[in-house]
């Protein structure tokens, strides 16, 4: 009996140590979790599934979000809220899942006195900063709910392409001084330059008239929905809006040209576009009791972008201009996939240091002079917290691994020389233009004249093809030299600029 008493105490041992063990490594795993109604979160489970193969732990919750947190074993690194919020609906509707109110500064005192925040939901620290990356699927039904996980499963399925190396933006008229339009193309390019990686092609509509970048101002919206159906690492909008459209230009009588929910509910057919960013004004108000915002239509469109994300309340220039230059200086230290939530949070989080002392004073009153009521500081704590992430954080974003290359002035031009990752088998050069110049269009070009002036403009943008063989040449090419391969399954690039 003493034989086996000892025999049982080895056993016990090892188990507790198998079980610390699998602990140790289950803690090493990122945690994703999603929440909401059973009749809903149910849906998710291929999602789930996906998830784990990709190496995370993966817990599914029939718990409200901030129990769901606080209940798990540990802090999870992604949580995805499914069910929508409506605060004039029944407490016990079935699909609602409310999200936390957080006092707003309002900076005009028309603005509502509070906005939804699901990042507040999972909590914030004591500098108003997300303690983790949250996303909702605002469904009311197993259906809506399965259709998004579709989009997801089919974008993660997607493989890094040429597109993943494009930017479309979209950058409406300011709609402030007539001078500050004038300047704003040239402003948003120089950001552009300062910011963004050198290898990252952007593609631009905008809404100053007199810019060849404008296209036609009644066709903005199939314009641009036509060019983010290509592919790209993600789209990005940043302008005014309301909770059902991104104003582009002032229509004369009144209205906008720009996108409107009815644009987002069309897109039924082809593939799942990439992530969108809107920069813009309550676009993302989805507890709005009346209908859906733009963000949802956006999200719940077949063919829609497989993850939105937009302001619940309204946006101030200030920290927009923050939060989407960080965007584009994040891109430039990112080796590989990244997650969109971890994105988003270091580019918060960086906005939250930021202090410009010109630009604030620039753009601190562009949207009416309020006085000491409109705190820079107050801005941006509220500003981590009023955007919402519609779709899955954990969403990929294609962005490319860092290839190495040396590039070296010589009497032609410059020689190039790149190290082929394991698994390349062939390298294309490029090149683009350092300063395109821009025809100017007229307000009253036609339809023809002004596509055709926005695709030339857009084209000045674009890289060209250098003929290369092997790893290594020379170009008489000046401006920006792009080298991309592939090699198992990722893109590689390296941008350098030539001048």
């Known amino acids: 009996m003493l034989h086996c008493g000892a025999c049982m105490k080895t056993l016990l041992r090892l188990l507790s140590f198998f079980a610390v063990a699998t602990a140790a490594l289950a803690a090493d795993k990122p945690l994703w979790m999603a929440c909401g109604p059973a009749a809903l979160v149910k849906a998710v489970e291929p999602l789930a599934e996906l ?18 947190v606080a209940n798990a074993s ?117 950001q552009i330059g300062k910011n963004a990686p050198v290898w990252l092609e952007p593609w631009i509509e905008c809404g100053d008239q007199k810019h060849a970048l404008c296209g036609w101002p009644a ?26 459209l991104f104003c582009s230009i002032p229509k004369n009588g009144g209205g906008y040209f720009g996108y409107y929910n009815a644009d987002a509910r069309a897109l039924t057919n082809g593939a799942v576009r ?47 201009f923050y939060t989407a230059t960080n965007l584009l200086r994040l891109l430039r230290q990112a080796d590989g996939p990244i997650r969109f939530g971890d994105l988003w949070l270091d580019a918060q989080r960086s906005m939250r240091r930021r202090t410009d002392v010109l630009l604030e004073m620039m753009l601190k009153g562009v949207e009416g002079n309020y006085g000491a009521a409109m705190d820079p500081q107050a801005l941006k704590q509220d500003q981590c917290s009023l955007y919402a992430i519609l779709g899955d954080p954990a969403t990929r974003l294609h962005t490319p691994r860092q290839l190495t290359v040396r590039v070296e002035k010589s009497a032609r031009g410059h020689t ?26 007229s307000p009253g070009a036609d339809e023809a004249t002004s596509r055709a002036l926005q695709m030339k403009a857009n084209a000045a943008l674009a890289f060209r093809p250098i003929p290369a063989e092997g790893w290594k040449g020379e170009t008489d090419k000046r401006g920006v030299l792009r080298f991309v391969t592939e090699a198992n399954g990722e893109l590689w690039v390296a941008g350098v600029e030539a001048k």
């Open 74 to 190: 540990r802090r999870p690194d992604f949580l995805l809220v499914v069910g929508d919020d409506d605060p004039k609906a029944p407490v016990d509707a079935p699909w609602r899942v409310p999200a936390a109110h957080v006092e707003f500064h309002r900076w005009n005192p028309r603005d509502r006195p509070q906005f939804a925040s699901d990042f507040a939901s999972a909590g914030l620290d004591r500098d108003g900063l997300p303690i983790l990356a949250v996303g909702r699927i605002p469904a009311r039904t197993p259906e809506e709910v399965q259709r998004v996980v579709d989009k997801i499963l089919a974008w993660e399925k997607q493989p890094a392409t040429r597109a993943s190396l494009s930017l479309p933006m979209w950058a409406g008229d300011p709609m402030y001084d007539p001078k500050f339009t004038e300047m704003f193309m040239g402003f948003f390019f120089a």
């Open 51 to 68: 998830r784990r193969g990709e190496g995370m732990e993966a817990i599914i919750s029939t718990e409200l979000p901030r129990q769901a």
């Open 219 to 244: 066709g903005q919206a199939a314009t641009f929905d036509a060019r983010t159906a290509q592919g790209a690492l993600f789209a990005g909008m940043m302008g005014h809006g309301g909770h059902d």
């Open 274 to 320: 990439p992530p969108q960013v809107i920069f813009a004004c309550s676009c993302g108000y989805f507890d709005y009791s009346r209908e859906r915002c733009l963000a949802e239509e956006l999200l719940l469109a077949p063919a829609g972008p497989v993850l939105t994300v937009a302001a619940t309340i309204e946006s101030h220039p200030l920290t927009n």
């Open 416 to 441: 190039w020389e790149v190290t082929p990752p394991p698994g390349a088998k062939s390298l294309t050069v490029e090149y683009r233009d350092p300063e395109p110049a821009f025809d100017v269009r």
